[in-house]
């Protein structure tokens, strides 16, 4: 580590990057203007904007001050965060190259060097991105370490193990057996075992040692963190709902990306403090909430907007998902006392390595504490997972609760998977149901 | 002294094509045809125009190759070859420094990568959607209400583009139909469509990587539109032929007479 | 050799009131199923147009998955004690709580996790531990196990592997008087054959003394499943002999190298799932499977690759572009077929099968 590289990164820190967001903020002072259908926004975006392109920013005086970690976005972080590695979550990036609707750009990259075009759109952009060096966020650190676990999916594996051959550098992969039933004690033995087999070779890369405290500590702040998302979530059943989902899926990204961080910590308070303002005051997301709505799977993030502006105008509102509530569900499982055992139940059983089973309870559940009259389902070509099975808890779901639903065919981030014309008909057709079962 | 003739016959999708050449490799005749519903049918009518130009009947052809996706159907042929191999011969004959030949047929399109002496390398095809191919404009076409003339003599490659980013055709369509429905000028829809095109073949062509000279063969060839996009988005002046949707049967016409030659010297005829 | 039709097997053997579980792809404890009296009868490709299925699954969803589904939907007399879904893809994975949890088969679901990764000691515990809660869940509905029927079927897996392996190398050395097409048929017969009549049939299997007469064009064929026989009767018909496969359905399953004979039972099984060759569905290193194919291809003399790639298998489509980039910077040709299972063979694959044996042709006669 030189002393130079660390003094530039230090000074970047306390004083580059606040000049930079400043000078960004100023640019961008005028603002968009808000379509009448929208409550006002939400103050905290500004600062959700500034910690996001601070942390993109501020990577690019890592190397040689911290070693870089890139990370699934389900993967147990707490424990890089003990050997304090900087970290970089391709997911989110992919998320933010499709939200900048030079997706199909970053999969071409990919495709063109062999990457077939069936395979998961955020591994192709991020594949695109490491084969090109090119990214809308400026400049990415190169890795020293891949980290990843199929908790998520076993795709991260493959696209993981692309990149570890590329680079050529070490891969931790930590296995989460799917649940089937429920988490056997071999399967919690055979996850805590893995994260302490971790430790040396964690070591190695970082070149730091690790002590119990420290890592307590990242497992605390995590836990209060992944507490206050949730009830931040929580805070959303209140009539009219403060947020839309829509914003919920940026407010994410610190939660997947920073967890364990004090960054991640302290600013989920100030949204929890503005999210509980607004409920007090009855402040809506959008201007006239009549109908609520209940959000299946990834976001479609180069048709965010168009999604949330056409459902605002119909008074619709999404006021929960599964996709924002995974960050919140299980980590009531977590423990300092019992990290290993603790951190196996909270990553082991997330939603989407839950069987289907657990989906439709969860889902039903967030269905009725939401007070939800309606449910659009995002089949994504990109995510197995989430997407297997969609069919039938539809079916299930609306035969259940007797509650409208409509699925649309799409993508994460390839806005080359988009039918204007169906997904306008079918969108059409859902409110009209939607109209005609509350009100008919 | 005996005269040797050769002739290629290519029964493709959408046309049948018949190319005959002497010994010296000299090209007598060249003829192309609509492939109706019979590609047999279409082999035979367009072998025997073909021979009409020259002055010589069938038994004065001494071997004839039959290649393209009906290659099985032409009874008269004396050896059959893939329309990739006679593509990679035809086109190395008409411009010796070919590296790389582009293909845009009807059905597929395809990258194929010879030597200097002709002879394949590697090939690459598009995948099962028929995006990237003749049929694909053809569809478009119709959509657009424009005849294919119409829709290849348009090469304004400095013009707005109207976004088509699908790589399917089913959803392409769709995107033509949305942008009909929001009044947008067809010239945009047509340049966006030969930008998809181009994207689509400018993939494969990266995919295999380019060597040497590019010559381009098929129909589409006479889309200017298409060729002039495609040589901007490949940075290099591409070898257009004459004829470009004869050249699979003039290769075959060649593989005929070096499969002759090879035959007399092993002494098996 | 007279291989049994499947599903006429299958039936008669329904009808002789045997146990029949319906498995799916890939890797199982099959030697814990046969000590339970339970015949695991294989779910890959089966016959018929996907129809209900499309009710059920996305269009871009795998057929492999699609497929079984259909037939799972049929409710099939042959299969009478459940179906096993063993933890192969995420697509699978999904598919077995699908079916155990929202559609509901009127027989019980089990399933069973493959570790993932890079093995270690932890993992190789993990397998002994969920070898042994596969036993404790079977014992449940069944009876206690027998450890004599467990190293029973134990040396009867040993015994069909060593003649596997011992026919796999015929084959690479050209010690193997069969077409593409009945050596596919001899393979994909363990998936429905009782193992005692497999392993009669790999008895009468004739390994020549002398190689064969030479082949005219030698391929390696790697991806989940051989080639359709329709695809597979069109290479014999050129005269191309697929020498060597790095297949899901064939070599994958069979140990590296030959094993000892089993003593203990959990030992043999937690240790043949380790020796097993490296593949895509267990996230394994690329490094050691590249390696892996290159030893086949050198050893089987094999002049080209050709891959039969699933339509939208992941694990398969993410390796793929490493091995076809290594492969073609050792100037080793490369085809890729991509199938959909369809029982016909398109005028596109034809003329992509055709060109490249004639590039083969082409570089052996230059």
């Known amino acids: 580590m030189s002393i130079r590289a660390e003094l530039k990164y230090k000074i970047m820190k306390d004083y580059g990057a ?323 055992i603790s951190m196996a139940k909270t990553y082991g059983q997330i939603i989407l390595n839950n069987n289907l089973k657990h989906r439709l309870d969860l889902m039903k559940k967030m269905i009725k504490t939401y007070s939800v009259d309606g449910m659009v389902m995002h089949s994504t070509r990109s995510c197995k997972p989430y997407s297997v099975g969609q069919f039938d808890l539809r079916k299930a779901i609306t035969a259940d609760l007797d509650l409208p639903a409509v699925i649309l065919d799409a993508d994460i981030a390839d806005e080359r998977v988009w039918s204007e014309q169906q997904i306008h008909t079918r969108l059409e057709a859902f409110c009209e149901t939607l109209e005609g079962s509350k009100f008919g | ?161 109207a976004p088509i980013s699908s790589t399917c055709t089913v959803f392409a369509e769709s995107e033509v139909i949305s942008l009909l429905a929001k009044n947008t000028p067809r010239e945009e829809i047509v340049h966006g469509l030969q930008r998809s095109i181009v994207n689509r073949i400018w993939s494969m062509v990266t995919s295999i990587g380019i060597e040497g000279e590019v010559t381009l063969t098929g129909g589409v060839a006479h889309n200017k539109g298409l060729v002039a996009l495609l040589e901007e988005k490949l940075g290099l002046t591409l070898n257009i032929p004459e004829n470009p949707q004869t050249v699979g049967a003039l290769g075959g016409a060649h593989i005929a007479r070096r499969a002759y030659h090879i035959s007399l010297e092993s002494g098996t005829n | 050799m007279m291989i049994p039709d499947r599903s006429e097997y299958l039936k008669g053997l329904a009808q002789t009131g045997q146990k029949i579980m319906g498995v799916l792809p890939a890797l199982y404890p099959r030697e814990l199923l046969w000590a339970f009296d339970i015949h695991a009868a294989e779910i890959w490709d089966p016959p018929g147009e996907i129809l209900h299925a499309n009710a059920h699954l996305q269009t871009t969803i795998c057929p492999i998955v699609k497929k079984s589904l259909e037939f799972i939907l049929k409710d099939p007399d042959i299969i009478n004690a459940g179906y096993l879904f063993p933890h192969t893809c995420d697509s699978l994975q999904n598919l077995g709580t699908q079916v155990k949890d929202l559609i509901g088969v009127s027989l019980p679901v089990y399933t069973f996790y493959n570790p993932k990764g890079s093995f270690n000691n932890t993992t190789i515990k993990y397998y002994r531990d969920i070898l042994q809660n596969f036993q404790l869940t079977l014992e449940t509905i069944y009876r206690p196990l027998d450890p004599e029927k467990l190293l029973t079927a134990c040396e009867l897996s040993h015994k069909i592997d060593s003649h596997l392996l011992a026919i796999h190398q015929a084959r690479m050395t050209n010690h193997l008087s069969l077409s593409n097409e009945e050596y596919f048929k001899l393979m994909r017969a363990q998936e429905y054959l009782l193992p005692a009549d497999y392993l009669n049939l790999l008895e009468q299997v004739d390994i020549l003394d002398q190689p064969g007469e030479s082949l005219k064009t030698r391929l390696m064929v790697s991806g989940i499943l051989p080639p359709t026989s329709k695809i597979l009767e069109f290479l014999d018909e050129l005269g191309v002999s697929i020498v060597a496969d790095d297949l899901l359905a064939g070599s994958r399953r069979i140990p590296k190298f030959s094993m000892d004979a089993p003593s203990s039972p959990i030992d043999y099984l937690t240790d043949r799932f380790f020796v097993l060759p490296p593949c895509s569905t267990r996230g394994g290193d690329l490094d050691e499977r590249m390696h892996h194919i290159s030893t086949r291809m050198k050893d089987s003399r094999a002049q080209g690759m050709l891959f039969d790639m699933v339509k939208f298998c992941e694990p398969e489509l993410f390796d793929h572009r490493l091995l076809v980039k290594t492969l073609r910077e050792k100037s080793i040709p490369v085809l890729t077929l991509e199938t959909e299972l369809e029982h016909h063979i398109s005028g596109q694959d034809k003329t992509r099968i055709e060109a490249f044996t004639e590039l083969l042709f082409d570089m052996v006669s230059t």
């Not at chain 1, 997706?103 to 990259?109: F, K, M, T």
Request: charged letters at 20%.
């Open chain 1, 18 to 340: 606040p000049a930079v967001m400043a000078f960004q903020d100023f640019k961008r002072r005028k603002p968009r203007p808000v379509p009448e259908a929208f409550g006002p926004p939400l103050e905290t975006n500004k600062r959700l904007k500034e910690i996001l392109s601070r942390h993109y920013f501020l990577s690019r005086y890592v190397p040689g001050v911290k070693k870089v970690a890139w990370v699934t976005s389900g993967a147990p972080v707490e424990l890089l965060r003990a050997f304090d590695f900087y970290t970089i979550y391709p997911e989110n990036h992919s998320a933010l190259v499709g939200a900048k609707k030079q997706g199909a750009d970053y999969c071409g990259i990919a495709e063109r060097s062999g990457f077939s075009q069936d395979l998961c759109s955020y591994a192709r952009i991020d594949l695109g991105h490491m084969l090109s060096g090119k990214t809308p966020a400026g400049k990415l650190p190169k890795p020293d370490l891949l980290f990843c676990s199929n908790n998520i999916c076993q795709t991260v594996l493959y696209w993981y193990k692309a990149i570890a051959h590329e680079l050529n550098i070490p891969l931790i992969h930590f296995d989460a057996p799917f649940v089937t039933t429920e988490q056997t004690e071999a399967d919690i033995n055979y996850m805590a075992q893995q994260l302490q087999d971790m430790i040396p070779i964690l070591e190695r890369v970082s070149g730091r040692v690790f002590y119990q405290n420290i890592f307590e500590d990242i497992l605390k702040r995590s836990m209060e963190t992944s507490k206050t998302w949730g009830a931040i979530l929580d805070a959303m059943k209140a009539q009219p709902a403060p947020m839309t989902i829509f914003d919920a899926f940026g407010h994410l990204a610190p939660i997947v990306s920073l967890r364990g961080l004090p960054v991640a910590q302290d600013y989920y308070h100030i949204l929890m403090e503005e999210v509980d303002a607004r409920v007090s005051m009855g402040i809506g997301a959008i201007s006239d909430e009549r109908y609520r709505l209940i959000w299946d799977n990834i976001a479609i993030w180069y048709k965010v907007r168009f999604l949330a502006t056409f459902f605002a105008e119909r008074k619709m509102n999404f006021v929960t998902a599964t996709y924002t509530n995974a960050w919140a569900e299980t980590t009531g499982y977590l423990d300092v006392k019992d990290p290993w």
């Open chain 2, 1 to 161: 002294m005996a005269e040797f003739y050769f002739a290629g016959v290519d029964v493709g999708s959408l046309s049948t094509d018949v190319s005959i050449i002497d010994d010296s490799g000299k090209v007598l005749s060249e003829i192309v045809i609509p492939t109706s519903v019979n590609g047999s049918e279409a082999a035979e009518a367009a072998f025997d125009s073909a021979l009409k130009l020259t002055n010589l009947s069938r038994d004065g052809i001494t071997a004839i190759t039959a290649t393209g996706y009906g290659r099985a159907s032409v009874a008269f042929a004396t050896g059959k070859t893939t329309e990739i191999s006679c593509h990679g011969v035809g086109a190395h004959q008409l411009f010796p420094k070919t590296g790389t030949v582009i293909d845009i047929g009807g059905q597929d399109s395809k990258v194929i990568q010879i030597d200097s002496r002709g002879r394949m390398l590697d090939f690459t095809m598009n995948d099962k959607c028929a995006a990237g191919t003749g049929r694909f404009l053809e569809v478009m076409a119709n959509r657009l209400e424009l005849d294919l003339d119409e829709l290849s003599s348009s090469k304004n490659i400095q013009g707005e583009s």
